[in-house]
């Protein structure tokens, strides 16, 4: 843990002693101190989670080679021990407290647009850029093939304590990876592809001094994730042969100039961001650098590229987020792709982002679990009984931690894919296609599936361990690690981010009725098949899938695109179902662990009223369940 710190902590002040100090007043009668009549309860520790998360224990085992878990344990392990640390939290408070603001003028009264962030929020970067959640070219050095699962490893355990500026090292992973598609066109010209080349070095360096972060600005007043109404123009108009204007790295400005207004966009503390634009020929996407070189009075400097911020959004959450509303005033950038295919390039970017959101949002989930549990092993109620020996506690808890695993499983399985299409050669388990055509396929689908349900189905999560701490699980305390609302916050951003709900389920109607829907449902049909265990233990639940898999395609072969699109939300649901009990039935079946059958059965199985052979053996499953196999702190034997 103290390397880690080490690594990312700058000369800064103590952040604890920035805090008002409070001072105690003993009670006093007569004069005579008098004791408080109420001992104080016992307080929960938040634990590693990479030694108390039981579900994230398996997958590893599931998808990581002994010998690669070996290499990663140490890496894993002292980012989870760093995400609970109480340097983190306090980074976290400070971010909290200091939510982001603009500076528009300077003391001389010269207008300056400077986003300010708090130091908390800028170490916790820091730490995420250290620890390669954006650095995908280093992690494939050490992990080959695994380095996309263990990236999303390490952003599930990261996230919860990142203040949000995990969102700015998706965005950085997505941008970086349309960045390295266009690399690898020989048709680029030279100029451009030194630029990208730079950009991209910088997006996934771990090297926080030199590292990047990327806007992505879409949005504007007239629509949301519909870009269709875009009204932000971009126009051809070079430099002249005499002008020598650079950006703030000294790359000659672009040959577009960007005119307009973005909505809800990601700000300007960076080094670059991905912009949309009408031009004559469409929606387009453009590379715009965020300063430019600047000479004034004989002293070299730098400005703003054209860009200014109007104000920043108040949210409900991700308040250590900046975003803003920016002003586009001659903005000059570079055309990524193709004019007027715009769309398909931002594609490219949220295919990675919504990918890593629900990961996120199960990290999440985990935290908010993990404090419930925390909380169930020392609160006692009624009579001296803890809480985790309360039946109908306890039940509701495991609940949780079933729709908690399912989703963990699905995300892994959507990381191993994203691996598979970008390192075809690599050796993953057998429940990853080896065709990678085929593992395409699946990740168009699942992807987008899994940033809507996973996201649905935490925020329930996150609900439901707020509720079990009961009022306190309502406050917006100081301690952060326990601080269950900040983190329901955060979560319910990402139902919107990257495409509602609604948006989403309409994309994968598309992906399963559009051009490509013939080979992603064959395609998907044939991992059924072979993925689903044959074990004649496991045959109900198999038999379940396989009658909903034949419903599911019944439905989509007989149906118009525009009835399927009404009910586009449980057709979406309903494929996460099917995957996730796939997964854990295949989790189950790789070693008959009792605990993992059960998950499994009870994702899978339809809930019958008043079900269980009795009240002390369902308990012992649903403690077995939310603390693992054998927790022993209870003394079981």
């Given at each position: 843990?103290?390397?880690?710190?080490?690594?990312?902590?700058?000369?800064?002040?103590?952040?604890?002693?920035?805090?008002?100090?409070?001072?105690?007043?003993?009670?006093?009668?007569?004069?005579?101190?008098?004791?408080?009549?109420?001992?104080?309860?016992?307080?929960?520790?938040?634990?590693?989670?990479?030694?108390?998360?039981?579900?994230?224990?398996?997958?590893l085992?599931?998808?990581?080679?002994?010998?690669?878990?070996?290499?990663?344990?140490?890496?894993?392990?002292?980012?989870?021990?760093?995400?609970?640390?109480?340097?983190?939290?306090?980074?976290?408070?400070?971010?909290?407290?200091?939510?982001?603001?603009?500076?528009?003028?300077?003391?001389?009264?010269?207008?300056k647009?400077?986003?300010?962030?708090?130091?908390?929020?800028?170490?916790?970067?820091?730490?995420?850029?250290?620890?390669?959640?954006?650095?995908?070219?280093?992690?494939?050095?050490?992990?080959?093939?695994?380095?996309?699962?263990?990236?999303?490893l390490?952003?599930?355990?990261?996230?919860?304590?990142?203040?949000?500026?995990?969102f700015?090292?998706?965005?950085?992973?997505?941008?970086?990876?349309?960045?390295?598609?266009?690399?690898?066109?020989?048709?680029?010209?030279?100029?451009?592809?030194?630029?990208?080349?730079?950009?991209?070095d910088?997006?996934?360096?771990?090297?926080?001094?030199k590292?990047?972060?990327?806007?992505?600005?879409?949005?504007?007043?007239?629509?949301?994730?519909?870009l269709?109404p875009?009204?932000t123009?971009?126009?051809?108009?070079?430099?002249?042969?005499?002008?020598?204007?650079?950006?703030?790295?000294?790359?000659?400005?672009?040959?577009?100039?960007?005119?307009?207004f973005?909505?809800?966009?990601?700000?300007?503390?960076?080094?670059?961001?991905?912009?949309?634009?009408?031009?004559?020929?469409?929606?387009?996407?453009?590379?715009?650098?965020?300063?430019?070189?600047?000479?004034?009075?004989?002293?070299?400097?730098?400005?703003?590229?054209?860009?200014?911020?109007?104000?920043?959004?108040?949210?409900?959450?991700?308040?250590?987020?900046?975003?803003?509303?920016?002003?586009?005033?001659?903005?000059?950038?570079?055309?990524?792709?193709?004019?007027?295919?715009?769309?398909?390039?931002i594609?490219?970017?949220?295919?990675?982002?919504?990918?890593?959101?629900?990961?996120?949002?199960?990290?999440?989930?985990?935290?908010?679990?993990s404090?419930?549990?925390?909380?169930?092993?020392?609160?006692?109620?009624?009579?001296?009984?803890?809480?985790?020996?309360?039946?109908?506690?306890?039940?509701?808890?495991?609940?949780?931690?079933?729709?908690?695993?399912a989703?963990l499983?699905?995300?892994?399985?959507?990381?191993?894919?994203?691996?598979r299409?970008?390192?075809?050669?690599?050796?993953?388990?057998?429940?990853?296609?080896?065709?990678?055509?085929?593992?395409?396929?699946?990740?168009?689908?699942?992807?987008?599936?899994?940033?809507?349900?996973a996201?649905?189905?935490?925020?329930?999560?996150?609900?439901?361990?707020m509720?079990?701490?009961?009022?306190?699980?309502?406050?917006?305390?100081?301690?952060?690690?326990m601080?269950?609302?900040?983190?329901?916050?955060?979560?319910?951003a990402?139902l919107?981010?990257?495409?509602?709900?609604?948006v989403?389920a309409t994309?994968?109607?598309?992906?399963?009725?559009?051009?490509?829907?013939?080979?992603?449902?064959?395609?998907?049909?044939?991992?059924?098949?072979?993925?689903?265990?044959?074990?004649?233990?496991?045959?109900?639940?198999?038999?379940?899938?396989?009658?909903?898999?034949?419903?599911?395609?019944?439905?989509?072969?007989?149906?118009?695109?525009?009835?399927?699109?009404?009910?586009?939300?449980?057709?979406?649901?309903?494929?996460?179902?099917?995957?996730?009990?796939?997964?854990?039935?295949?989790?189950?079946?790789?070693?008959?662990?009792?605990?993992?059958?059960?998950?499994?059965?009870?994702?899978?199985?339809?809930?019958?009223?008043?079900?269980?052979?009795?009240?002390?053996?369902?308990?012992l499953?649903?403690?077995?369940?939310?603390?693992?196999?054998?927790?022993?702190?209870?003394?079981?034997?």
């Amino acid at each position: 843990m103290s390397e880690i710190v080490e690594k990312v902590q700058t000369v800064l002040p103590d952040l604890t002693k920035t805090a008002t100090e409070v001072t105690t007043v003993p009670v006093t009668e007569n004069g005579v101190s008098k004791p408080f009549e109420n001992q104080p309860r016992p307080t929960p520790t938040l634990e590693n989670p990479y030694c108390d998360d039981m579900a994230f224990a398996r997958l590893l085992e599931l998808y990581l080679p002994a010998e690669v878990k070996k290499r990663a344990d140490g890496e894993l392990n002292g980012l989870a021990e760093a995400a609970v640390s109480e340097q983190a939290m306090n980074w976290v408070a400070d971010t909290e407290r200091n939510p982001p603001t603009v500076q528009h003028w300077d003391s001389w009264g010269v207008k300056k647009d400077e986003l300010v962030t708090s130091q908390g929020w800028k170490e916790l970067w820091r730490l995420g850029k250290v620890e390669r959640l954006a650095a995908l070219p280093s992690l494939t050095n050490d992990y080959e093939g695994y380095a996309r699962i263990i990236q999303v490893l390490k952003l599930h355990l990261f996230s919860p304590a990142s203040a949000t500026s995990n969102f700015h090292l998706i965005l950085s992973d997505g941008v970086g990876t349309l960045l390295r598609t266009h690399l690898s066109d020989s048709k680029i010209d030279e100029a451009t592809r030194a630029l990208f080349q730079h950009a991209y070095d910088r997006l996934t360096s771990p090297v926080p001094e030199k590292g990047w972060t990327s806007g992505l600005w879409m949005t504007e007043p007239a629509g949301g994730s519909d870009l269709t109404p875009t009204e932000t123009t971009a126009t051809y108009s070079p430099l002249g042969p005499d002008d020598k204007s650079t950006d703030a790295d000294g790359f000659p400005l672009g040959p577009w100039v960007l005119n307009g207004f973005k909505w809800f966009s990601t700000s300007t503390e960076g080094s670059m961001a991905v912009a949309v634009a009408k031009t004559e020929k469409g929606l387009s996407a453009f590379y715009v650098p965020m300063r430019r070189a600047v000479t004034k009075n004989g002293v070299a400097g730098v400005e703003l590229n054209g860009v200014r911020i109007r104000r920043l959004k108040n949210k409900m959450g991700t308040k250590g987020l900046p975003t803003g509303e920016l002003e586009l005033n001659g903005m000059r950038g570079y055309l990524i792709g193709k004019e007027g295919k715009g769309i398909n390039e931002i594609g490219v970017v949220l295919n990675i982002t919504r990918i890593h959101l629900a990961m996120v949002s199960v990290g999440y989930a985990g935290r908010g679990l993990s404090v419930a549990r925390a909380f169930a092993r020392v609160r006692k109620v009624a009579r001296g009984t803890r809480l985790s020996s309360v039946p109908l506690h306890m039940k509701t808890l495991a609940k949780a931690h079933v729709t908690y695993r399912a989703h963990l499983a699905l995300c892994m399985f959507i990381a191993a894919l994203l691996g598979r299409t970008e390192q075809p050669a690599a050796s993953l388990p057998d429940l990853v296609p080896a065709n990678a055509q085929e593992a395409s396929a699946l990740l168009r689908l699942l992807g987008s599936v899994a940033k809507a349900t996973a996201t649905m189905d935490c925020v329930a999560v996150l609900q439901c361990s707020m509720e079990s701490l009961g009022g306190v699980g309502y406050l917006e305390n100081d301690e952060m690690g326990m601080n269950v609302a900040r983190v329901l916050r955060d979560c319910t951003a990402i139902l919107i981010g990257e495409g509602t709900t609604d948006v989403i389920a309409t994309d994968v109607v598309k992906v399963l009725k559009g051009p490509i829907g013939s080979f992603v449902v064959q395609a998907y049909g044939r991992w059924v098949e072979s993925s689903l265990p044959k074990k004649e233990s496991l045959a109900p639940e198999a038999t379940i899938i396989t009658q909903q898999w034949s419903e599911l395609q019944t439905a989509l072969s007989s149906n118009s695109a525009e009835f399927i699109t009404r009910n586009a939300r449980e057709i979406m649901q309903l494929v996460a179902k099917l995957t996730s009990g796939i997964l854990l039935l295949a989790d189950a079946a790789r070693d008959d662990n009792a605990l993992a059958v059960e998950v499994a059965r009870r994702w899978i199985q339809p809930p019958t009223l008043l079900s269980g052979s009795g009240v002390e053996r369902e308990l012992l499953l649903d403690q077995e369940i939310v603390f693992g196999d054998q927790p022993k702190w209870l003394g079981l034997p």
